[in-house]
């Protein structure tokens, strides 16, 4: 069974910082590609920053350099930076990852999501 365990969110005043990481744990082969995506009440889940196990790099538009995403592939992890956060940053993070892994019936490929982390930021 393959899991993903999010840690670092809570309550951050504007400007501040946070770190999010995201460990992936189970009978794992291989991990393709790794995520965050976030959502705010009332509104769809979307793309924060996606990375590669090549270390190539993807970020939602609204990220504007103040977000960095990595992942370490000897620890399966996945960490997100985030720098001068706004109000509107608040939402649940959830970390994503596409992974091939040993089941009952066979090696599968899988999209595996976290529980999801909460991100506050106060003005």
């Known amino acids: 069974q393959v899991q993903l365990v999010e840690s670092g969110g809570g309550l951050v005043q504007a400007g501040g910082s946070l770190r999010l990481s995201c460990a992936a744990s189970g009978s794992i082969l291989r991990i393709n590609a790794m995520g965050w995506y976030r959502q705010a009440p009332g509104k769809q889940r979307e793309l924060v920053a996606a990375i590669t196990s090549g270390a190539g790099t993807n970020y939602g538009d609204f990220v504007k350099g103040r977000l960095t995403i990595s992942r370490d592939n000897a620890k399966n992890t996945v960490s997100l930076q985030m720098i001068s956060l706004k109000p509107e940053d608040t939402a649940v993070y959830y970390c994503?990852?596409?992974?091939?892994?040993?089941?009952?019936?066979?090696?599968?490929?899988?999209?595996?999501w976290g529980q999801g982390t909460q991100v506050t930021v106060s003005s």
């Open positions: 994503n990852a596409r992974i091939t892994s040993v089941q009952k019936m066979g090696v599968r490929d899988g999209d595996y």
